[in-house]
Structures are given as structure tokens and as C-alpha cells.
């Protein structure tokens, strides 16, 4: 007897997230900073969004965040996330915004400024995703 499940929606790729993508897979999220004028960007772009340089590099980010928006989804739209889930969307220490999804237990009341950090699940296909946790759950 073999274990069935539901296979992890691919990432939407555009020309530049590749890269992101493999530093995940490795559990080793980097974006692009620019070495001109500091600046972290995502999604990943040819030149700074602030300064227009095209003087970027791949580098790590700190993995703490603070949620800044937060549903929870209470029908299933995609096999591999059954209802009830949540998304957040989390704003990095960096500055960039991310959408991912809280795991662990939800806070209670509101979840904006709430803060969290970086972890990485590895789903029941092996895809590994970015996610966060509530920080005093650490």
C-alpha cells in the first residue's frame, strides 16, 4: 500500500525568482540586496527598485518578521492546503513583504505586529516552503 497525497503547487516562476528558489530548496532564503544603496528587494528584479543599479547580490536575511496582514481560509481551494489555513503576509526585518503561512498555534485576537520568524516546512512531497512561527514560541 502506498501513502497518497496532495502534490504542493509549483512556485510561479518569472525570469528572476529561480535563484530565490534554490536557496530555499537549500533552507537558505537569500534576496537580492543592492550593494549600491543597501536596499533589500523581493520579488527579485535585473536592478534595484529604489536606485535602478544593477549592482545586486543574493544575500541571507535575518528570518524576523512581523505579520502585517493575516487571513484564515475556511474552504479548500488547492488539495495540498485543507481548510481551515491561514496566510499571512509578514513584513521582513530587511523590508521586503512576504506571503506565507503561520505555522504552529494562531495568537489570539489580532495577529498584526505579532512577531514571528523564519522557518522552513517540508511538505508531504518533499517541496520545501518558507513559513513562519509566532516568536515567543520559540
Not at 36 to 62: F, M, R
Not at 87 to 112: H, K, M, Y
Amino acid at each position: 500500500m502506498t501513502d497518497t497525497f496532495a502534490m504542493t503547487p509549483p512556485p510561479v516562476l518569472g525570469l528572476y525568482d529561480r535563484k530565490m528558489w534554490d536557496h530555499i530548496k537549500n533552507k537558505d532564503l537569500r534576496l537580492q540586496c543592492c550593494l549600491d544603496c543597501g536596499t533589500t528587494q523581493y520579488p527579485p528584479a535585473p536592478g534595484c527598485a529604489k536606485c535602478l543599479s544593477v549592482n545586486l547580490q543574493w544575500k541571507p536575511i535575518s528570518g524576523l518578521a512581523k505579520i502585517i496582514s493575516w487571513a484564515k481560509f475556511h474552504k479548500q481551494y488547492l488539495p495540498a492546503y485543507p481548510a481551515p489555513y491561514n496566510v499571512i503576509a509578514v513584513r521582513l526585518q530587511e523590508g521586503p513583504v512576504l506571503i506565507s503561512n503561520l505555522e504552529g498555534d494562531s495568537p489570539s485576537g489580532s495577529w498584526i505586529n505579532a512577531d514571528v520568524y523564519l522557518v522552513y516546512v517540508t511538505m508531504p512531497d518533499g517541496v520545501i516552503l518558507p513559513r513562519f512561527r509566532l516568536a515567543e514560541e520559540s
